[in-house]
């Protein structure tokens, strides 16, 4: 059980374009999700925290414009880069909690390039 | 201070070995101690959770948690090559609360 998925697993997109990744909880409803981002050799550092209805909290030093999150339903949420640069390049990887599940099962992340 | 101390290696032992791999942390607050292996380019995969001082033993891997001193430990016994991963030690204060994690121990074991 508590399972999480992600989509896509890799992309590659120009700098300017937006990029939009999933994160579902496939068998069981996740009232709130958390973001989190790994550069190469480095931790996963929480970007934002979002629960299902309401708007996403945000961790010092992420801008939330340039990283929208969606939490729209209890299985889906988004995470979408805007105006993508270079430096967005990273690892960005999911979790999932609710109905006693505890957020400990990650996605198998996305890995975003910018070119 | 960093909330979360760990050592980056990387760590380079032979197929056998004894692994030990350790944090420590600084939040009295942190109630939860995971340890997770992360293959490149993988999402982390949960490999022990605990939640008192002591050990808690599964298969080859051993946790071991020292709330007094705040350090965590993890020991693999009988190293694999299919162990070669990073190692990350993560925190939380709650159940259902966020993880901090540590920075990753590069591990390779080489047959």
């Known amino acids: 059980g508590a399972v999480v998925s992600q989509h896509p697993s890799w992309v590659i997109c120009k700098s300017g374009t937006s990029v939009k990744i999933e994160c579902r909880s496939l068998?069981?409803?996740?009232?709130?999700m958390f973001w989190y981002r790994q550069f190469p050799k480095q931790s996963l550092m929480l970007m934002a925290t979002?629960?299902?209805?309401?708007?996403?909290?945000?961790e010092q030093g992420v801008e939330k414009d340039k990283f929208l999150i969606n939490h729209a339903s209890l299985t889906l949420s988004t995470l979408t880069v805007t105006s993508a640069h270079p430096e967005d390049s990273s690892f960005y990887i999911c979790s999932a909690a609710g109905q006693g599940v505890s957020p400990l099962h990650f996605g198998n992340g996305t890995r975003l390039t910018v070119t | 201070q960093k909330e979360v101390e760990q050592d980056p290696g990387p760590l380079s032992v032979p197929e056998g070995a004894i692994v030990s791999l350790n944090c420590t942390y600084s939040?009295?607050?942190?109630?939860?101690f995971m340890w997770y292996r992360q293959y490149s380019r993988k999402g982390p995969e949960l490999l022990m959770y605990?939640?008192?001082?002591g050990n808690k033993e599964d298969g080859r891997f051993t946790a071991q948690v020292d709330k007094s001193s705040k350090y965590i430990s993890l020991f693999i016994r009988d190293s694999q090559p299919s162990d070669s991963a990073t190692y990350l030690c993560a925190f939380r204060g709650s159940t259902l609360g966020r993880l901090y994690f540590g920075r990753g121990t590069q591990l390779t074991v080489w047959p």
């Open positions: 068998d069981f409803q996740a009232t709130t």
């Open positions: 979002s629960n299902e209805g309401s708007k996403a909290t945000y």
């Open positions: 939040n009295s607050a942190f109630q939860y």
């Open positions: 605990t939640y008192s001082s």
